[in-house]
T-cell receptor, first 115, second 115 residues
């Protein structure tokens, strides 16, 4: 079965420092991977996706993610964190079984950017 | 604004009662997904509809049911409510076709509180 793991419940980083939020996946076939962000009491917002092509994917708000096939990882990164980046981040993989599509989400990582 | 509309935003009810949550997908999106997010937990996939037909089922309780109507809006029915059903319920939509690689677009959620 397809699955996604986010090994860190929380990541703390100082404002201005680079940040990384980790995600590993388990899929059969080519992975379709996504990152979403959730601010308090809001829905999930799409940040970026990897379907194929360049391993470094750029997305919204200065975020990027690196796809690493050998390590089955898709870590979210940003060169310089902002306090406003503090939120809950979800990694997701698209699961295609029996001809349908399900999106499997990780358990989420809470990012706290300290001023 | 994702274009996905969910109503009501907040709902407070008693154990044993029944509620209906409504979702209008983005214009043109044929597929609707329902997710449950309990306090401090990740997203649990409940069910997916595509153009009026059920396509995939996740961890949906027998007390819960859903449908998608000809105008593509969807309703999630929760009955015999228990305290543990208190959660945020999200609807998401996607174009979804055989070659679609698109992301999900989420509504703002319906917060259900069962007392």
């Amino acid at each position: 079965a397809q699955s996604v793991a986010q090994p860190e419940d929380q990541v703390n980083v100082a404002e201005g420092n680079p940040l990384t939020v980790k995600c590993t996946y388990s899929v059969s076939g080519n992975p379709y991977l996504f990152w979403y962000v959730q601010y308090p009491n809001r829905g999930l917002q799409f940040l970026l996706k990897y379907i194929t092509g360049d391993n470094l994917v750029k997305g919204s708000y200065g975020f990027e993610a690196e796809f690493n096939k050998s390590q089955t990882s898709f870590h979210l990164k940003k060169p310089s964190a902002l306090v406003s980046d503090s939120a809950l981040y979800f990694c997701a993989v698209r699961d295609r079984t029996s001809g349908t599509y399900k999106y499997i989400f990780g358990t989420g990582t809470r990012l706290k950017v300290l001023a | 604004d994702s274009g996905v509309t969910q109503t009501p935003k907040h709902l407070i009810t008693a154990t044993g009662q029944r509620v209906t949550l409504r979702c209008s997908p983005r214009s043109g999106d044929l597929s609707v997904y329902w997710y449950q997010q309990s306090l401090d937990q990740g997203l649990q996939f409940l069910i997916q509809y595509y153009n009026g037909e059920e396509r995939a089922k996740g961890n949906i309780l027998e007390r819960f049911s859903a449908q998608q109507f000809p105008d593509l809006h969807s309703e999630l029915n929760l009955s015999s409510l228990e305290l543990g059903d208190s959660a945020l319920y999200f609807c998401a939509s996607s174009v979804v076709s055989g070659k679609n690689t698109g992301e999900l677009f989420f509504g703002e959620g319906s917060r259900l509180t069962v007392l």
